[in-house]
């Protein structure tokens, strides 16, 4: 087995550094002076170390974002936050080599996919929320407050960034969890404190001196990197906090919102999914079958919208699982600087084993295990993609959030369709879903029934800065991406005026 590629001369330079958190503008050291170290999951080796802040960096960085959004932070106009916005989505262009070799590295996701979101995405998202800052208005109201006739009272609304805002992201996506955060923060007026996954702090470090290159005042951006149970417990209960942006599982969300009661502050959620793919016998299978593929085994499973129940119509059941089969037998596992990886590895040991364990208890109830199903005998952390048919609803590996590269299939025929909607419904999720068909009717009337945040027809996640995306149910609190994102930052005030 050939060693992976060797990142560049800049990217091993910024790997031995001893980092540090970032306050107010400055690199400092951790008070307790701890450090963790941060691992390749494509080897399964230490790579570098990180500061381990705590509750004490953390009240240092709140103090950081009050200053700045009371002070300098305050002053810019909206179409100065723009130009900044703008600017920063240039830097990630210029910096982009070194940024896709530490998504990779820190995340071990195949190198394609880093190019797309370091290249793409994440500048075309901070661009579109560069055009925001000078569009958030309020509204004049025909109002007659106190009994005042019209023409006495001038009534009108504000709105106005909310605040101190704490992002907690999680280690699926580092960079663009990073960024569906700071854009809107910084398109409002917010000020953030960024507390990053552990397993993943490479990208937020670096995206926090690419901020104040590109004229982000000290004290807006802050970054602490450290572990859930001390930093990041302590900025979602932190009472100079005024709102805490939370990605990650719906069982640490339901922790940050108990935290966050201590000042009621306001908190916005992504949680988990469990998303169905239903696909009907008229569906076009050369789209359907690499597009089921693809929806399951994107980010090696590791993504919140991953298509993982797929519903198949019983007349091309066959044909779209052997289909699917051959993808991911296909699939070529590798380290993610690898150009010819298709699948990187799972983002742990832990986390190989927590799919393993799912993967143990599909066959133990009786799953027909069609590919897949085992960690391969290699360096780094990889789980092969795995397909399941002949399951039903009652089963663990249907019911539960895997995380991890593991489709089950479930057929139906044509007098099940209330019966699939049922059990598309039949989970404690809704956050994406797709439908494959060539009948809009029909696709459409079973967008109506999936109770999710986002259903997309004859494609799966479909994802766009300008289209919004969230939860429903125990997947989350309010929406990301487009005009919605701005709305968890912002607060309305309501202002009369009589003469």
């Known amino acids: 087995m050939t060693p992976p590629p060797s990142p560049s001369t800049a990217t091993r330079a910024f790997l031995a550094r001893p980092h540090a958190l970032y306050i107010g503008g400055r690199w400092v050291a951790p008070l307790a002076g701890r450090r963790f170290d941060v691992f390749d999951p494509g080897t399964g080796e230490r790579i570098a170390t990180a500061a381990a802040g705590d509750a004490a960096d953390i009240d240092a960085a709140v103090a ?70 000078t569009k958030i208005e309020g509204a004049t109201i025909p109002a007659a407050p106190q009994g005042r006739r019209p023409g006495e009272v001038l009534s009108f609304t504000l709105r106005e960034p909310i605040g101190v805002v704490g992002a907690i992201t999680p280690w699926n996506a580092p960079l663009p969890m990073l960024m569906v955060k700071l854009a809107p923060a910084l398109a409002t007026g917010c000020t953030l404190v960024l507390k990053p996954a552990e397993l993943t702090p490479l990208t937020a470090l670096r995206m926090a001196e690419l901020c ?40 640490v969300g339901r922790l940050i919102v108990k935290a966050a009661t201590g000042n009621l502050k306001k908190v916005s959620l992504e949680l988990g999914g469990k998303s169905p793919v239903i696909v009907f016998d008229d569906a076009v299978l050369e789209q359907v079958i690499p597009g089921a593929a693809r929806a399951c085994f994107f980010l090696q499973g590791q993504n919140c919208m991953a298509g993982t129940r797929l519903y198949v119509h019983e007349k091309v059941h066959d044909q779209v699982v052997e289909g699917i089969a051959t993808i991911a037998r296909s699939m070529q596992l590798g380290h993610g600087l690898d150009p010819a990886s298709q699948f990187g590895p799972l983002i742990s040991a832990e986390q190989r084993e927590r799919v393993r364990g799912y993967v143990e208890a599909g066959r133990r109830e009786g799953g027909e295990l069609v590919c897949g199903g085992s960690a391969p005998a290699r360096p780094g952390w990889f789980f092969q993609p795995t397909v399941f048919a002949r399951m039903s609803a009652d089963m663990t590996p249907v019911k539960n959030e895997i995380f991890g590269p593991v489709l089950c299939v479930q057929s139906f025929g044509d007098d099940d369709l209330e019966r699939v909607a049922r059990e598309a419904n039949a989970t404690i999720y809704g956050l994406s879903g797709s439908v494959w068909t060539r009948d809009i009717g029909r696709a459409l009337g079973m967008v109506r029934r999936i109770d999710s945040g986002q259903v997309s027809v004859n494609m799966h996640a ?38």
């Open 212 to 251: 104040s290159e590109a004229g982000v005042p000290d004290g807006v951006v802050n970054v602490v990197t450290g572990f859930g149970e001390t930093a990041g417990a302590a900025l979602a209960a932190h009472p100079g906090v005024d709102k805490i942006a939370f990605t990650g599982s719906t069982e």
């Open 64 to 133: 950081a974002a009050r200053a700045a959004f009371t002070g300098p932070w305050s002053k810019f106009t909206a179409g100065e936050r723009s130009r900044v916005i703008w600017k920063l989505a240039d830097l990630i262009e210029q910096h982009a080599a070194e940024l896709i070799e530490l998504e990779v590295l820190d995340n071990g996701q195949p190198l394609a996919v880093a190019q797309h979101v370091v290249r793409n995405l994440a500048p075309e998202f901070f661009r579109y929320y560069a055009g925001w800052p």
């Open 462 to 499: 479909a994802v766009d800065p300008a289209m919004p995306f969230g939860g429903n149910r125990q997947s989350g609190w309010g929406r990301e991406f487009g005009k919605e994102g701005l709305e968890p930052y912002l607060k309305t005030k309501g202002v009369s005026v009589a003469w």
